[in-house]
């Protein structure tokens, strides 16, 4: 699907800004031909929860509606008119003048609808129910539960598996845009280290294809017709974190005397798996960084464009050069400034929290080895891969697919799972890059039963933190021990820290390193180093977590998960200035 752009052929029209908002009680259907009777200003886009106070609206459980109108011109009837929301999390039922236009499942992707049907010149009534229920349905997955107390109505309480606040709402952004009644549809385009690419059209209707190639100094260097093809330039300037090179493939579509047009950007780069480590550009590349979260005050979950920018200068401030979109994709325009500024991205599905007897936040008293037996999640997990795969195929920023984090790899029916999942994305993927499913500690070299499936070993870790606290030496013995017990079970694949982190309260301070201080966090990084560093097939290292963020509340988190390297309003904690020192410049050979 084809990021929203103006072109001389195609028009966006933005439709954030302030809508009608209201929570709606179990079974309550709300107008959808006219007004939501009590609504209150809701931003579009961003998380609801945090805009307005209590635990009501803040934990609100089932449905929420959304209202504005918006103008329609006689010029815009005339063109094909795309509704499109970026995400909207996690179900959207979306109508227009009373009338369904559709539903969508997941929270993190983009959705569309034509709607030059529906659509009346003039005023037209845009209503959307969001729906913010995890379940073992969806993904991610969560519990939902109905608590009774004595002398009380019964509680539905929704718990996530998953360790970060389930944000919920519109909260990325909605436009219209419009495009001709024959239009191109999307674009597959792939660049190599050598110069030679290939590239594909799909068009909706008819005529004739017609594609261009710019460099980044915007000099045509490939010209062609045809809707599919491929060449070779000479001189080709490689994409790399050091020097992020991007062309465009501007195509042309040209049918009687309309014409639609779109520029895709995209780089030239070759990712491969060669002696233990991956390889960018036939070099191998220790991948410095974080898992990362879309977490901010205010907006929450909500896009934020300032913080993308912040926390990509931030990231190079540090000598960090990729993260992980844990635990989902992230926002199309972070995908588009990764691109640019050259940071690596380990892409993940939002499938976190497929494990019934487990989480990170403590145990969960599921059936033992039940989770296969009880998600039913198999046909969604495929259209999220499918769905982000087809989003982010040609951004040269995305070196793997990360198809789950800290499933119940350990139980029976994991590899009957996983196995078509890591099938699929690597069909769908027309550049070939790495799988990965990042496993969690109950996951051991002995008894994952996923590692064969993945082209890197994707591990998280928090010896030192939520066993062997306090003894750094022996979380390092033991960390060490079971990387070589996973290096022998698959010695031809590369080894990366997906996660490793102590949660630290900024501003604590102890001579001694002891767990919640910055000393202990500078301390804890160092160790793991040390271990890093002793280990060639050891491929990359992703802290957890580049900022705090906000989870749900639990006896083991204050005020949210503390494990940032930032604060949440991006402080630098101490162990930020020793990543730095670490990182800067370094390079594993
Ligand atoms: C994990 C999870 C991550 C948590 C983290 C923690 O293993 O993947 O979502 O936030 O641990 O801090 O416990």
């Avoid at 107008?31 to 998380?47: E, K, R």
């Avoid at 089932?62 to 909207?88: C, H, I, N, T």
């Avoid at 087809?390 to 040269?396: G, I």
Wanted: glycine fraction near 8%; charged fraction near 25%; include cysteine.
């Amino acid at each position: 699907m084809l990021y929203p752009q103006l072109t001389d052929s195609r028009m966006v029209f933005d439709l954030n800004g302030v809508w009608d908002f209201k929570l709606l009680d179990e079974g309550q259907c709300p107008a959808v031909d006219g007004p939501v009777q009590d609504a209150i200003p809701m931003a579009v886009p961003s998380a609801y929860n945090d805009l307005y106070e209590g635990r009501a609206f803040k934990e609100h459980v089932g449905d929420m509606v959304y209202q504005r109108s918006f103008s329609v011109s006689a010029p815009m009837l005339e063109k094909r008119l795309v509704l499109r929301f970026s995400s909207a999390t996690h179900q959207a039922t979306v109508y227009l003048n009373g009338k369904l236009l559709g539903k969508h499942k997941g929270g993190f992707l983009p959705f569309e609808f034509e709607i030059g049907q529906q659509a009346r010149r003039g005023e037209n009534l845009l209503t959307v129910i969001v729906n913010n229920i995890v379940d073992y349905s969806t993904l991610p997955c969560g519990r939902l539960v109905t608590e009774k107390y004595p002398g009380l109505a019964p509680m539905v309480r929704n718990y996530p598996n998953f360790d970060y606040f389930n944000y919920t709402g519109i909260m990325r952004p909605v436009k219209l845009y419009t495009t001709p009644r024959n239009y191109i549809r999307d674009i597959t385009v792939v660049g190599h280290m050598d110069g030679s690419f290939s590239y594909k059209v799909d068009v909706q209707g008819e005529g004739e294809v017609a594609v261009e190639m710019l460099d980044p100094d915007k000099k045509c260097v490939f010209k062609a017709q045809g809707a599919s093809g491929e060449g070779k330039i000479e001189n080709v300037r490689l994409w790399a974190p050091e020097n992020p090179a991007l062309y465009d493939l501007v195509v042309r579509l040209a049918s009687g005397d309309e014409q639609d047009s779109y520029t895709e950007p995209f780089g030239f780069r070759d990712i491969s798996i060669q002696n233990c480590r991956i390889c960018l550009n036939g070099k191998p590349v220790y991948l410095k960084g974080f898992g990362k979260h879309e977490d901010s005050y205010v907006n929450g979950r909500g896009f934020n464009e300032a913080l993308n920018v912040k926390d990509v200068g931030l990231l190079k401030w540090i000598g960090a050069n990729s993260f992980r979109t844990s635990h989902y994709p992230y926002s199309e325009e972070m995908m588009r400034l990764c691109d640019r500024e050259g940071i690596m991205v380990i892409d993940e599905v939002p499938a976190v929290g497929l494990h019934t007897a487990f989480t990170a936040t403590g145990m969960l008293g599921g059936e033992p080895n039940g989770t296969w037996r009880t998600l039913q999640t198999a046909q969604h997990h495929r259209d999220v891969i499918n769905d982000l795969i087809a989003r982010d195929k040609n951004h040269p920023c995305v070196v793997m697919w990360s198809v789950a984090n800290e499933p119940a790899s350990e139980e029976e029916g994991a590899r009957e799972y996983f196995e078509p999942l890591t099938v699929l994305a690597r069909q769908q993927d027309p550049q070939h890059r790495p799988v990965t499913i990042v496993t969690y500690e109950g996951s051991s070299p002995e008894k994952c039963k996923v590692a064969e499936l993945c082209d890197v070993l994707v591990i998280n870790r928090y010896r030192g933190w939520y066993d062997t606290e306090g003894n750094l030496p022996g979380a390092a013995a033991k960390l060490k021990d079971e990387f070589e017990r996973f290096h022998a079970r698959c010695p031809e694949k590369p080894i990366m820290l997906g996660e490793y982190g102590a949660d630290t309260i900024a501003g604590m301070h102890d001579a001694t390193p002891t767990l919640f201080s910055e000393e202990y966090q500078v301390a804890y990084l160092e160790a793991y180093s040390e271990v890093f560093d002793s280990l060639p097939y050891i491929t990359g290292e992703h802290v957890w977590n580049f900022a705090d963020f906000a989870t749900a509340e639990n006896i083991r988190r204050v005020q949210g998960n503390k494990k940032g390297i930032f604060t949440r309003d991006r402080r630098p904690k101490m162990a930020a200035h020793y990543l730095k020192g670490r990182w800067t410049g370094f390079e594993k050979e």
